[in-house]
């Protein structure tokens, strides 16, 4: 099978093409890859700076979708079953292996490009407004970095489960077309965001941090929550917690991987909480971009240029 190595961490340019051995396991589910998101995490381990350090050479590629090749008896699956997968490894190549716990049925409604767009950000916004923020029915909820992956999946999964107005901060009035058609009920841009929106917000998500935050904060009413997602501006902001005291506020830590991924079955639960509105067509994961596996190196640099909006995702 073809296959992307990460062989030295110098960065996306560094990645290689490889002919490997097919991923085979008589434990696993086997798939047939049509589709791979493409995340931060994979740019960062490029270049060794993420928490997940295999050892090299290795493939990287946490979540695809396509065609189960073969799986265990008693997994539910069976050869050409339409599935998303959460291998956590392994993902940019033409086929892979993910544990029956972490493999789900991909509705015929779903494209695998969409699919492979899915778990990872749509867990995370789940995982945050519902799990840990404790979004209540008509609440409103602002989104930082409304137009990329996390962003788009956080408004639509706001919209969902129940919110009853979701704000968009983004970069650009392109940007701001995205989150709208993502289900944004408006945007605003991120320079002046605060004065745009008063104190009216009761949960802030924010992938985002640096300089924004503490506007956020300054954006909630009594008793609102703001959701620490990421980084994505580089800088890891500080709280003054008088401000939480003043205002009975409060920041939330969103760390839905490790959580998750210790939990067994909990994926699962949010998967079953989520497919209902992704068979409907309420949660469509936004597709920013499609790269051959070749160009895997291109799909990695495109994410550092924060022109991308929604997922990228690498198409074997």
């Known amino acids: 099978m073809r296959?992307?190595?990460?062989?030295?961490?110098?960065?996306?340019?560094?990645?290689?093409?490889?002919?490997?051995?097919?991923?085979?396991?008589?434990?696993?589910?086997?798939?047939?890859?049509?589709?791979?998101?493409?995340?931060?995490?994979e740019l960062l381990q490029t270049r060794g700076l993420y928490q997940m350090k295999p050892?090299?050479?290795?493939?990287?590629?946490a979540e695809v979708a396509g065609v189960v090749r073969s799986a265990p008896e008693g997994s539910g699956f069976a050869a050409g079953d339409r599935v998303a997968a959460l291998p956590m490894l392994g993902g940019f190549a033409e086929v892979v292996t993910a544990s029956p716990d972490l493999t789900f049925e991909l509705p015929d409604s779903v494209t695998f490009e969409e699919g492979a767009s899915f778990i990872f950000n749509y867990g995370t916004a789940y995982f945050a407004l519902v799990e840990r923020g404790g979004l209540r029915e008509g609440e409103s909820v602002l989104v930082q970095?409304?137009?990329?992956?996390?962003?788009?999946?956080?408004?639509?999964?706001?919209?969902?489960?129940?919110a009853g107005r979701v704000v968009a901060v983004v970069s650009t009035d392109e940007k701001g077309?995205?989150?709208?058609?993502?289900?944004?009920?408006?945007?605003?841009?991120?320079?002046?965001?605060?004065?745009?929106?008063?104190?009216?917000?009761?949960?802030?998500v924010d992938p985002v941090g640096?300089?924004?935050?503490?506007?956020?904060?300054?954006t909630l009413k009594d008793d609102g929550r703001l959701l620490v997602i990421g980084f994505t501006a580089g800088s890891i902001p500080e709280v003054k917690?008088?401000?939480?005291?003043?205002?009975?506020?409060?920041?939330?830590?969103?760390?839905?991987?490790?959580?998750?991924?210790?939990?067994?079955?909990?994926?699962?639960?949010?998967?079953?909480?989520?497919?209902?509105?992704?068979?409907?067509?309420?949660?469509?994961?936004?597709?920013?971009?499609?790269?051959?596996?070749?160009?895997?190196?291109?799909?990695?640099?495109s994410l550092e240029t924060r022109k991308v909006t929604g997922k990228v995702v690498l198409v074997p």
């Open 3 to 41: 296959a992307i190595q990460i062989t030295s961490l110098d960065g996306p340019d560094a990645v290689t093409l490889a002919d490997l051995p097919d991923a085979a396991s008589d434990s696993q589910v086997v798939i047939e890859v049509k589709a791979a998101g493409v995340a931060f995490p």
């Open 55 to 61: 050892d090299l050479p290795f493939v990287p590629g």
């Open 145 to 162: 970095g409304a137009a990329g992956g996390i962003g788009t999946a956080s408004i639509q999964v706001a919209k969902a489960f129940g």
């Open 177 to 204: 077309e995205v989150a709208v058609a993502a289900g944004a009920d408006e945007y605003v841009l991120a320079d002046g965001f605060k004065d745009a929106v008063g104190k009216s917000i009761d949960i802030v």
């Open 210 to 218: 640096g300089d924004r935050f503490t506007d956020s904060l300054r």
């Open 241 to 301: 917690v008088n401000r939480l005291l003043l205002n009975n506020i409060s920041v939330v830590g969103v760390g839905w991987g490790a959580y998750a991924m210790s939990r067994p079955g909990h994926i699962g639960t949010e998967w079953n909480a989520m497919v209902p509105h992704l068979e409907s067509g309420v949660l469509k994961p936004i597709v920013g971009g499609t790269y051959p596996l070749a160009e895997a190196a291109e799909a990695l640099k």
